[in-house]
């Protein structure tokens, strides 16, 4: 009979079948040119989860995309360069690295999940062959195991928010206070739907507050303070019918404060 071709990872189909089915679902989340160019960070992610992640996810497995998203997050916010010991390990195949790398990552992620039940976190360092909910920073809710937090406070990142992290649709908390990140904030982040804080304090971002964002049904802490912003603040803010805490200090808004902020009655 013939030989049946080698297989990376046990997902029931060659390689060549599973990076197929992994560029059709990860197209719907990606430009695809950006997955077939290296440079990019969801070049460098797609490549990553591919070839390189000893963790060998399939396709077919419904966090195969959140993995893949965690990825790009890393790559575009320049992780290699974190200066908080919970970077990728030089060699991401090697046991004895990998440990290591693990051993220097300390930062852990904080809260309760949705339930009150404690998220599932850890401290592995990124990219490791662990479930992504354990690398150090972030945190899954306790009964799916779907990001629920990612929390960063002067850890060196630095690079760009990716669009992919709207499609993390039960992510709760985005808290990157304190560092280098920069370019603009995409407007399809007005789509997380159950988003309660969003906090950018102390970074670099450029561009206009995207009106989209004031959609976020539950938004309850905004926290922009010390970038570079700019235009005004639009009077969407005021249909933010939850906000408890905004903060827009320090940045280059011009114009007035919109009247609608004073129809905000948990603020």
């Known amino acids: 009979p013939p030989t049946e071709p080698p297989t990376r990872c046990p997902c029931g189909q060659t390689d060549e079948s599973r990076e197929a089915d992994a560029f059709a679902i990860l197209s719907t989340v990606s430009d695809p040119a950006l997955l077939l160019d290296e440079t990019t960070p969801q070049g460098r992610s797609f490549e990553w989860i591919i070839d390189i992640d000893e963790f060998c996810g399939c396709p077919a497995d419904p966090k195969f995309v959140q993995r893949y998203i965690m990825g790009v997050f890393y790559y575009s916010t320049e992780g290699d360069s974190w200066n908080n010991g919970c970077q990728a390990s030089a060699d991401l195949t090697d046991p004895v690295a990998i440990a290591a790398a693990n051993n220097d990552c300390t930062i852990e992620a904080d809260g309760l999940d949705i339930f009150g039940l404690e998220t599932f976190r850890g401290t592995d360092a990124w990219l490791t062959p662990s479930y992504e909910c354990f690398w150090g920073g972030?945190?899954?809710?306790?009964?799916?195991?779907?990001?629920?937090?990612?929390?960063?406070?002067?850890?060196?990142?630095?690079?760009?928010?990716?669009?992919?992290?709207?499609?993390?649709?039960?992510?709760?908390?985005?808290?990157?206070?304190?560092?280098?990140?920069?370019?603009?904030?995409?407007?399809?982040?007005?789509?997380?739907?159950?988003?309660?804080?969003?906090?950018?304090?102390?970074?670099?971002?450029?561009?206009?507050?995207?009106?989209?964002?004031?959609?976020?049904?539950?938004?309850?802490?905004?926290?922009?303070?010390?970038?570079?912003f700019t235009g005004t603040i639009a009077t969407e803010i005021g249909s933010v019918q939850f906000l408890q805490f905004v903060q827009f200090e320090a940045n280059r808004f011009s114009g007035t404060v919109p009247t609608e902020v004073g129809s905000l009655a948990s603020l």
């Open 138 to 228: 972030v945190a899954c809710r306790n009964s799916t195991l779907c990001m629920d937090r990612i929390e960063f406070e002067s850890d060196g990142l630095a690079g760009t928010m990716p669009l992919e992290l709207q499609n993390l649709t039960d992510l709760r908390f985005i808290i990157l206070e304190e560092g280098a990140t920069g370019g603009t904030i995409p407007s399809e982040y007005g789509t997380f739907p159950r988003l309660h804080i969003l906090d950018l304090n102390f970074n670099s971002f450029t561009g206009s507050v995207p009106v989209e964002l004031y959609s976020t049904p539950f938004l309850l802490q905004l926290d922009l303070n010390s970038n570079f």
